[in-house]
């Protein structure tokens, strides 16, 4: 099986500009490609990882990755699969949010030895001369096709800013530029970015007559069709401070039935004569892959001991005999309580279970939180510094998620 031949049987490929002339290009290791990453928060998160999954593909392959850095992209945001206007950054918000990419980026693609490239496009984005740009660049863009793009069409319904109408602009000219720089070929994304992707490939044919492709990639969705990576807390991160290596697993190791072979195709590295041994699991039988899904993913983005550690404390608390060994833990002060004293409502937003009190109150209401398996049903239960001490407690949101909260 060539390397294209696996990326459609894992259900990667969406769109290709075409595809017999890229899968001759990656399969015989001469694609210089680049996906993008823009900045606009301090880590990565599941949206990038499947990305980042297939560089590491391609890498493999003998391809070389580039990996873009948006630090100029990001100063206007991309308008594609956005309903409203992204925050505006500082450059040095983005600046930070970029040292934190590439370290993580760094646990998936191997950047040693020149095996790839990341670039910043701040380097030609943020000194250009807006009338030469124009006239060198914005000549070649057609606004009536720009404007039939998907990218804009749920934004114009709802207003689109001109600073993000040059987004495409600036994309296209990214790809540009990485063509003249480093003999980028092909550049490759999600699917919500075939408009900028195509823009980019007719940018450098109208600029230099040579040849690029695109080529995007499913976007990782439930079969529900929404977009996988959220839960009631917010996005999952790659960032083990903001989704701790437990939750990470935990998210994985819970996804619906109907998701679980689609995934472990698009996002992990099992060959596909393994995963086809799980196809036909269904009920509790299915765990069994469930485990396998998220160990992976986790000790790619995590490592194998976290991975290790995150699923034995799965199996030590949904097996008999639990134990709360690597379970994700707060540590509280003295200076966090009232009278000796501290409310639900505080220690679930201070674990993080959480993100407000509304929000903690309506999970009590509602049943759903436990400490050290007595079920919570006030909101205005207190417990007494003395509780935390030692082995502290144990709280415990819905079915799947427990919580640890000692005094320091």
Request: proline content about 2%.
């Amino acid at each position: 099986m060539t390397l294209f031949e696996e990326l459609k049987a894992r259900g990667l490929v969406a769109q290709t500009t075409n595809e017999e002339e890229i899968a001759e290009l990656i399969n015989n290791g001469k694609a210089i490609f680049y996906i993008g990453f823009d900045p606009t928060a301090d880590s990565l998160h599941v949206g990038h990882l499947m990305q980042m999954i297939v560089m590491r593909h391609l890498q493999k392959a003998g391809n070389k990755p580039i990996a873009l850095l948006g630090g100029g992209t990001a100063m206007v945001g991309d308008p594609s699969g956005r309903t409203d206007m992204r925050a505006m950054l500082t450059q040095e918000e983005i600046q930070k949010n970029i040292a934190k990419f590439r370290i993580q980026m760094g646990k998936i693609v191997d950047f040693d030895n020149g095996n790839a490239i990341m670039v910043d496009n701040a380097e030609w984005l943020l000194n250009l001369n807006y009338v030469e740009f124009l006239r060198d660049i914005g000549v070649h863009f057609s606004v009536n096709r720009m404007l039939t793009a998907e990218c804009f069409k749920t934004r114009l319904e709802r207003g689109l800013s001109f600073l993000e109408f040059n987004y495409m602009l600036m994309q296209g000219y990214d790809f540009y530029m990485l063509n003249e720089k480093y003999g980028a070929n092909l550049q490759s994304g999600g699917d919500d970015q075939w408009s900028n992707i195509l823009a980019g490939a007719d940018l450098i044919r109208r600029k230099t007559g040579k040849t690029a492709y695109g080529i995007t990639f499913t976007l990782l969705l439930t079969s529900e069709g929404k977009k996988m990576g959220k839960t009631q807390k917010g996005a999952v991160w790659l960032d083990p401070e903001k989704t701790s290596p437990y939750e990470f697993y935990q998210y994985w190791r819970n996804v619906d039935d109907a998701d679980v072979i689609k995934t472990m195709k698009m996002v992990t590295f099992v060959p596909l004569d393994e995963i086809a041994q799980y196809e036909g699991l269904e009920g509790a039988e299915l765990n069994t892959a469930k485990e396998r899904l998220a160990y992976e993913i986790t000790k790619i983005v995590h490592g194998q001991q976290e991975a290790e550690k995150a699923q034995s404390a799965a199996r030590s608390l949904f097996g008999a005999g639990a134990s709360d060994a690597n379970m994700p833990k707060t540590e509280l002060d003295n200076s966090e309580f009232t009278d000796g004293k501290i409310s639900i409502t505080d220690l679930l937003v201070k674990s993080k279970l959480a993100p407000s009190k509304g929000e903690a109150r309506r999970l009590i209401d509602q049943g759903g939180i436990s400490v050290d398996d007595e079920k919570i049903s006030s909101v205005t239960e207190t417990f007494e510094i003395s509780r935390f001490s030692g082995d502290g407690i144990v709280i415990k949101k819905g079915k799947k998620v427990f919580h640890k909260v000692v005094i320091k």
